[in-house]
């Protein structure tokens, strides 16, 4: 059987992952992400309003007119997970293919508001639910599975997709997480029964750490980080504001759970915050307070910082939006003075995340924290662990899965090299078995 990568999105550049798989006759496009810094560089851009071919343009969503150059019928689009960079282009690609989307319960979900939200284009693609160790018919000859993985988000998988010459491993996003806040641990045992049984013609990887020594540490870790600062602040009586990734619900379920522990009233707030920590309440990922706030129109969360200001912002946490600087969001807001909240010489602003190593996520962070600073407030920055493996996680990878050919993929050319000779330091050769690709190339596997 003809088995061949086409390498859409994701291979020169952080974002707008997209990966197609033909497998004879059939075809599963893995990942149909949003390259955000295109996005942020533009003054009041509204990508719900936009044409596909425009964003294309602007390099913020996949090209995937190499498509075309695929013979057979796409029969399943199959996100990874929810963060934008891997599904914010669904709403703008998916109605070009006749095929089901397909994901885990919480992506699923994630991907039905993208749709809701979308003005351009009408996208009826069936949204089909499976969880990690289940697999689906693909065609006559292939089947799709999903592997449970730990990552930043909850609900990941990576996608398996069996073929008589073996299994293609899509490996974007994950850590070794063995003691993750939420869900299970990395199913390692299946990864290593997969490449036993059947054996992995292909390994597409996540590079964005490579270059990274040692082990990512668990979510546990970031957790009795940011458990100190909280209890450190314990007896601070100004104000407190922290950030995190609004996707990351372990991280949020923390936050609210320490800033209980130090007598303050937790709230969440920003459009996005309240969407994600809603769907992941509604679909019993995570049980939040009965009384926890969540806000996202700009009206509400005005009304809330008032509430706090009258109140004294001794008595609560604001876990707000803003972490990367974007320019929209609440702590930039804030840090503008944009708000009714008043940050005041001393108080407290914790960064539970780390910058996305990219110049336009960069410098916003810069600009954002020097307005805060600006302001007389206190930084606590890089309370974090990645969602992205390390050296040794990667050693661990190779070792369980033993492929015959590695695609390195989400990072530009320059640091997927380091993927590279990390493979290459296992036996692996480039040009041979190690395929080093560009945006819109097709990697011939088997004929």
Request: hydrophobic share 35%; net charge negative.
């Amino acid at each position: 059987m003809e088995v061949e990568i086409a390498t859409i999105g994701g291979y020169e550049e952080v974002g707008r992952q997209c990966t197609a798989v033909r497998a004879g006759d059939d075809v599963v496009i893995f990942d149909m992400g949003l390259n955000l810094s295109k996005v942020l560089i533009h003054d009041n851009v509204e990508t719900e309003q936009m044409h596909s071919l425009d964003l294309i343009d602007m390099g913020a969503i996949p090209d995937d007119r190499v498509m075309s150059e695929i013979e057979g019928d796409v029969q399943a689009i199959v996100p990874t997970h929810g963060h934008l960079d891997h599904i914010g282009a669904i709403s703008k690609l998916a109605h070009r293919y006749d095929a089901p989307i397909v994901s885990a319960p919480f992506t699923i979900e994630l991907v039905k508001q993208q749709i809701q939200g979308e003005s351009k284009f009408e996208v009826d693609n069936d949204l089909i639910k499976m969880d990690a160790g289940e697999t689906m018919q693909i065609g006559d000859d292939t089947e799709l599975e999903f592997v449970n993985i730990t990552h930043s988000i909850i609900d990941a998988i990576n996608p398996v997709l069996h073929t008589p010459e073996g299994a293609v491993v899509y490996g974007l996003d994950k850590r070794m997480d063995h003691t993750p806040v939420i869900g299970d641990p990395i199913d390692m045992d299946r990864f290593r029964e997969i490449s036993r049984e059947e054996g992995v013609l292909a390994y597409i990887e996540d590079c964005t750490n490579a270059a990274k020594k040692g082990r990512t540490p668990s979510e546990r870790v970031a957790r009795e980080h940011l458990r100190d600062v909280m209890m450190s602040l314990e007896d601070y009586d100004g104000g407190i504001v922290a950030t995190t990734f609004s996707s990351h619900i372990a991280r949020v379920k923390s936050l609210v759970e320490f800033a209980e522990e130090i007598g303050r009233e937790p709230v969440l707030l920003g459009r996005s915050m309240e969407k994600y920590s809603g769907t992941a309440e509604r679909l019993g990922f995570v049980d939040f307070p009965d009384d926890l706030g969540m806000y996202g129109h700009r009206k509400s969360v005005d009304r809330t910082f008032k509430r706090i200001m009258k109140e004294g912002k001794e008595n609560y946490l604001p876990i707000v939006t803003g972490h990367q600087g974007e320019p929209r969001a609440m702590l930039t807001r804030m840090g503008r003075g944009e708000t009714p909240y008043d940050i005041e010489d001393g108080d407290k602003v914790i960064f539970s995340a780390r910058v996305i190593p990219e110049p336009t996520n960069e410098g916003q962070r810069y600009q954002s924290e020097q307005l805060l600073r600006m302001q007389g407030a206190h930084i606590y920055d890089d309370i974090h662990v990645s969602g992205h493996l390390s050296q040794e996680g990667h050693y661990q990878m190779l070792e369980a899965l033993q492929p015959e050919n590695i695609v390195p993929a989400h990072q530009n050319l320059e640091n997927l090299a380091k993927y590279v000779d990390l493979c290459e330091s296992e036996g692996y050769n480039l040009g041979d078995d190690i395929h080093l690709s560009r945006n819109g190339n097709v990697i011939q596997l088997t004929e």
